[in-house]
């Protein structure tokens, strides 16, 4: 048996790149594993593309408070800066689910106009440590 040390899932959606809208992304744990997320990492291509609507929910947790808007950037793998989010939620088992909601700013990135009208798949990343067990 080989034990796995760190865990990935994703929760993910479609947009219209162009159009102004709202998102809820949603993702949920497959495999036999008991599963802690450690880091969250989004794809958002710049700041002011993606907004987050107070609403990042691991587990039946909210990972963010209030009301008001956090830039989805600050979470991205495009930002270039360490992602130095640390939170300590419950574990995530079999069937467990994240969600995160939020807000397309209508906003087209450079490297994406010529896409623009297209759909467009946005992605938030769940890293973590594991205690699963592979066969």
Known sequence: MTTVERYCMYARGEIVLGTPSSFELTGE??????????????????P????????????????????????AFIYSIFAGI???????????????????TGDYTG?????????TGERYQLVFEFRGPTVAVVP
């Open 29 to 46: 744990v497959e495999d036999d594993t008991c599963f802690r997320v450690g880091r969250i990492y989004s794809h958002a291509k710049c």
């Open 48 to 71: 002011g593309f993606l907004l987050l609507l107070s609403e990042i929910e691991i587990g039946n947790v909210k990972m963010i408070g209030g009301e008001g808007y956090e830039d």
């Open 82 to 100: 360490p992602n130095d989010l640390h939170p300590d939620f419950p574990l995530l088992r079999k069937g467990g689910k994240v969600k995160v």
């Open 107 to 115: 906003l087209v990135p450079e490297e994406l106009r010529e896409k």
